[in-house]
């Protein structure tokens, strides 16, 4: 099951339906936001395959505390909380500082590229693109936790200030400045690319 496979079903009657024991109707949640959560969580951990076990993690966990769910509060956010506390609990107890390249891999296709991206032309372009890529994912893997889960919930998955504050149980203003210390620090790390 998926969006495609329910048009016009809303996340409450998705979560009215599973606390009324439909499991397929969790499926449903989970398809619809399991790749988004990916994104977030490999972006958080650094590691594809914590970043599954966060994601599956995060649906057990939200499955069980479903009955806790404030009907007129948005899932994706109530979820997304869980799941940024797992990703960061998981990249707290990780002993190793992996880092991922940021590729078509597992951007989704609703992700827009960097403007500094150049699409590759020549072999050059290729390596470039590569190199930046790296460059990020150090950057990102270098930021303090909650300055990366600010960066991977407004730039790869695109929620608003409010969003993530109420993910991060934190104020607006606190998203914006880490917002903006996250920025700053990834726009110093990759100065070569802009220069170059």
């Known amino acids: 099951m ?5 048009p016009g079903v809303t996340d ?8 009324g024991g439909d499991e397929q109707a969790f499926r449903g949640l989970m398809e619809r936001y399991k790749n988004r959560a990916y994104h977030v969580a ?3 951990t650094g590691d594809p395959d914590d ?19 404030r009907f007129g509060a948005n899932f994706y956010t109530w979820f997304y909380r869980l799941l940024v506390n797992q990703a960061i609990d998981r990249w707290r107890k990780s002993s190793r500082s992996q880092t991922v390249p940021l590729d078509e891999k597992w951007l989704s296709e609703e992700v ?3 403007d500094s991206v150049v699409y ?13 890529s790296e460059a990020l994912s150090r950057a990102i893997a270098d930021l303090p936790e909650y300055h990366r889960a600010v960066i ?4 790869v998955d695109g929620l608003a200030y409010e969003e993530i504050a109420k993910v991060l149980h934190c104020s607006v203003g606190t998203v914006m400045s ?10 110093e790390a990759l100065k070569g690319f802009r220069e170059g």
């Open 12 to 19: 409450e009657e998705l979560i009215r339906a599973s606390l």
């Open 42 to 44: 490999v972006g958080i």
């Open 112 to 114: 827009s590229p960097p």
């Open 178 to 187: 880490r917002l903006h210390y996250a920025r700053a620090k990834l726009k």
């Open 120 to 132: 590759p032309r020549t072999p050059e372009d290729l390596a470039r693109n590569r190199q930046l």
């Open 152 to 155: 991977m919930l407004r730039e």
């Open 51 to 69: 970043a599954l076990d966060v994601v599956q993690e995060a649906f057990v966990k939200a499955y069980y505390s479903l009955k806790e769910f």
């Open 2 to 6: 998926n969006e495609k496979e329910t």
